[in-house]
Structure formats: C-alpha cells, structure tokens
C-alpha cells in the first residue's frame, strides 16, 4: 500500500522512510505543499497515487502556540481540515497525528488514559489538536487520529534533539542537571511508534488509537534511566515544574494506553524501557 507522507523531513517522518520501501513511499515537504493552504494542499493530494495520506504536519511548539494561536489553529486544526477533505474528496484514508496534549484538565487523574476518555487540554496546543481531531473526523469517514506521546528517536526535529540526547549531552558536559519530577507521561520510541502506526494502517484501522510504548515515568525518572543505560554516572536534580515557569500548563499525567488495538490484532509497544534501550543501541550508545 502506497503511502503519501506530509512533514516527512521530521522527526517521525524519518521513520516512515526507515520501515517502509521507497518505491511504496511519497515523501513531502513544505516545499511541496503548505497544509494551511487548501489550494496546495488539494493540488498535491489530487496528484498523488498513495492510497493513503499521513499528516505528520504540525505547529507543536508548545509555548509558541500559547503566543500565537492564530496560527496553532491554521495549522493543526484547519490544516488538518483540508488533508482530510481532499483525501476524502480523493477516495484516500487519511491518518492524522495527535497527542498526550488533548488531555490534562482532570488535574487528579493518575490511570492511563483511553482512547474514549473525555477530552480536556490545558494548553492552546492542546485545543487546537482536539478541534484537529474533530475536523478530520467530520471530513473523512476513513481516518485514523493517532494519539502519540513524549517522542525520541534517533532522527530529530528542527530543534536537533531528543530529550535522551540531550540528557546525555548536558551530563557529558558536566552542565548541571535539574528534570522535572511531578509530569507523569509515556516516552515513545518513534520507531515503535511508526511500525505500530504502519500495523494499524495495513489492518485498515479507523477511528482514535492511542499509540505509545507500555507503562509511564516522569521525566526525571525517564532521563535517570537513560544515563543508568548508558552508563553515564551523573547527578540529576529532581524538581517540580514550578522551577522552569513556561506559559503554557502541561498535563501532570499524560499516560496513554490503547483498548483498542488489540481489537485490530496489533500488539502494543513494548515497555518504554525496551524502546529506550533499542534508541541507545540504534545510536551506538549501548551494545545489542
Ligand atoms: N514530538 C513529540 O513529542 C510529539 C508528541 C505527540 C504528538 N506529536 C505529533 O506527531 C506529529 C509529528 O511530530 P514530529 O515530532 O515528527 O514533528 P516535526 O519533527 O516538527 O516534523 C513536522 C514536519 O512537518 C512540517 N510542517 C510543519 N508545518 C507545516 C505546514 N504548515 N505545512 C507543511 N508542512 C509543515 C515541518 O517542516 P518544517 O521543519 O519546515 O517546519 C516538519 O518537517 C505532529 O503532528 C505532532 O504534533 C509529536
């Protein structure tokens, strides 16, 4: 099955042109379409032989969102509009990416949530990648909305870094280490991520599923481990958020958890602690 990726220069779209074979793979960039535009965005799916369309795309820094919401909105809500529609418009399924992030106004919660838990996010991203959801929903009946969490891999965004690179970087350099400790997520190798996402696809899924390797940490725990495997001895200081103010509110307790892939034969990721040493051995860091 021939797939159209769009934002296929980041982080995640990197791991599509890993696990899938070129010759089934349409690979887009912004210089070839903008998903804030409907004409581009129409014009590039119109002219595609994928039988579905991944909208990697997205507007997702955090504080950046909080200061312009014009544009959070443009793009990962009405961006997310017009995939959706002209892949309808197309006879093509459309597979949307979302997050953690929709979550996060039950300040009490501490079980996993599901994929038909009620919505709630705290921050401008969070918003626009729920009416993102919505949008898709009510454009294309054959969608897939993949909830995905706390993301690493080898490959990054603009930004360089993953959050275990950087731990590993900062340490090395002897800068100090403080990592917040009260923000309770599931980090997601996006290797794990992406040959889920690919299962789901193959067994014709729709509808939400929440994709994120087993289990949760907080941060700190998350970057503890990451120097316990890679056999950096180093000091992190555990802190609570209070001492990094950003504008934007996080979820205390992202944790995501699937009852609805086992429903499409799809195992669910491996502990987030497998991923983690899979990353560290993808990077050279630890031995197979
Ligand atoms: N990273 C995480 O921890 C995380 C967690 C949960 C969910 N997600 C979601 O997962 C998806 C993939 O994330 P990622 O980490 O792979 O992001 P990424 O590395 O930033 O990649 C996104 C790609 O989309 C392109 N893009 C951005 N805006 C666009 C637009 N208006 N039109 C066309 N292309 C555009 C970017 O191009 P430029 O580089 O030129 O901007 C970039 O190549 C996103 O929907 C994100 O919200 C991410």
Redesign the pocket.
Known sequence: MKLAV??S?????QEFSKLVDADQLVLL??DQ????DPASVEACVAKTDAEVIVN?????DVNGCEDDAHKAFQ?NAL?AFYVAQSAAKHGRKVVF????YVFGQETSRDTPYLEQDQVGPLSVYGAS?VAGEQLVAIAATDHLVIR????FGVAT??KGWTFPEMIMQRAQSGQPLKVVNDQYMSPTYTNDLVATVLSLIKANATGTVHVSNAEGCTWYEFARETLKLAGIDYDIEPVGSDVFPSKASRPSYSRLDSQRLAGFDVPAPRHWREGLQAYLVEKGVMKN
């Open positions: 769009i934002g220069a980041g982080q995640v779209g960039t912004r379409i903008e998903i804030a990697l795309a997205a507007f997702h793009v961006g990416f979302s997050s953690d990648k995905a969490s706390s993301l965004s603009k």
